[in-house]
C-alpha cells in the first residue's frame, strides 16, 4: 500500500519522466512483459472481465491524474482500497485466471518441459473409424433435426465435467451416437464426452459462456460448448434442434453451419496431432534408452 502511495506521489511521478539507461536486460524484460499482457489480453477480451480491465485502467488514469494534481483525498481513497480492490479483482475475474493457468499448463505448452503421469498410459486417440462414424451419426441427427453436443476431449482432461453427467464407456458408434440423442431417452439431454475412441459420459454439464458477441438467435445449447471451448482444447460439435445446423467450438470460437467435409479436416487434424505428438513421444523414449544402454 505505502509503495502505491509513494508511486501516485507527484516527485516520485516527475522522475519517471527522465530518460533511463537501458541494457540488454531490460530489453528481454520489456519482450516478455509485452509477451505476457498480449496474451493477457487476447484471454480476457470478448468476455466479462474485458468491460473490467477497462474499468480498473480508467480508475489508473484518475489515480495518475489525481497524482499529478495532487489531489490528496482521492489519493487517500485510492490507497485505502487497493488492498480489498485486488481481492476483489482476484474474485471477479476467478474464471478467467483459472483459464490462464489451465492454458499455461496445457501439455502442448509444457511437453518438451515436463512428463505428465497422466500422459504416460494414453492409448492410441481417434481413429479413422471413430471420425467416420461421428460424422454419420452428426449429419444423420442433423437431417431429422435432433439437437446434440458432442465434446471431443483433446489434451486438457475434462474429468471435472464428467463426474457431472452419467457413465457410459461405450466405444463411439453412429447407432450408440443417435441412440444417446434421441428424444425423450434418458440420456439426451445435456453433451457427451468423447476420450479417444470413446464416449466415456453423457448428460454432461458444461460452463456457460459469458462471450458479449455469441449471436442473440442461439440459446444455451451453444453457448455450453463455446463455453468448454474456452476453458478448454476440446473441440465440440453442436447439431441444433431448431434448424439441423451443425457448428463447432474451438478455442473459445464458435464456427457455424459446417459441412461434413470441414468437419472431417478439423477430426483429422486433431487426430493427425495426437499422432504427431505420440511419434515425438516414442523418440523421446528411444533417446532414453539409447542413453542408459551407453
Ligand atoms: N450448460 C449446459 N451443458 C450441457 N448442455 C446444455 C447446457 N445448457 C443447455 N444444454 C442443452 O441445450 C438444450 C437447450 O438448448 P437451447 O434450445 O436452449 O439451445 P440452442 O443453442 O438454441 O440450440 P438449438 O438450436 O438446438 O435450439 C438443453 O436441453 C440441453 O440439452
Known sequence: MNQFTRFLDGDRLSRLFTIPKVNMTDIIEIIIISFIIYHLIKLIKDTRAWMLFKGIIVLFLVA???????????????????NVGIIAILIVFQPELRRALEQLGQRNFLASIVQFEDQKDKGERFSNFTIDELIKAVYELAGTKTGALIVVEQDIKLTEYERTGIPVDAVVTSQILMNIFEHNTPLHDGAIIIRNNRIVAATCYLPLSDNMKLSKELGTRHRAALGISEVSDSITIIVSEETGKVSISIGGNLIRNVNGEYLKNKLQYIQKKSIDVKKFKLWKGRQKNEKSTN
Open 64 to 82: 495518475t491524474i489525481a497524482s499529478v494534481f495532487r489531489l490528496n483525498t482521492i489519493l487517500w481513497i485510492f490507497a485505502n482500497t487497493i
